[in-house]
């Protein structure tokens, strides 16, 4: 079964740092494209972040730029999204995915609740 179980999401002031994990299970995280979405209160689930198979390409949100980093770990099999100067706005249900397009695989992660407020 293929799986991504995220973690590290919670409560942080605003200017602070989160970098919540995400882990693959039941495939090699190396094999996808991967990439961070989140969906605010309200609103409609939108990209935040996501970088090629092969790691030499990256893009992000114009909102997020100089700010939010996204990483793989081959070795530990987990992927990461690593968040700085967090705002209130962004606040949202942070979630990971991977997709393999020539297999057509595709593998969403629950989601973790990122909440920045003072």
């Known amino acids: 079964q293929l799986q991504l179980v995220e973690s590290g999401g919670g409560l942080v002031q605003p200017g602070g740092s989160l970098r919540p994990p995400c882990a693959a299970a039941?495939?090699?995280?190396?094999?996808?494209?991967i990439a961070w979405f989140r969906q605010a209160p309200g609103k409609e689930r939108e990209g935040v972040s996501c970088?090629?198979?092969?790691?030499?390409?990256?893009d992000y949100a114009d909102s997020v730029k100089g700010r939010f980093t996204i990483s793989r770990d081959t070795a530990k099999n987990t992927m990461y999204l690593q968040m700085n100067s967090l705002k209130p706005e962004n606040t949202a249900v942070y979630y990971c995915n991977a997709r393999n397009d020539f297999t057509d695989l595709e593998v969403w992660g629950q989601g973790t609740l990122v909440t920045v407020s003072s």
């Open positions: 039941g495939f090699t995280l190396g094999d996808f494209a």
């Open positions: 970088i090629s198979k092969s790691g030499e390409s990256t």
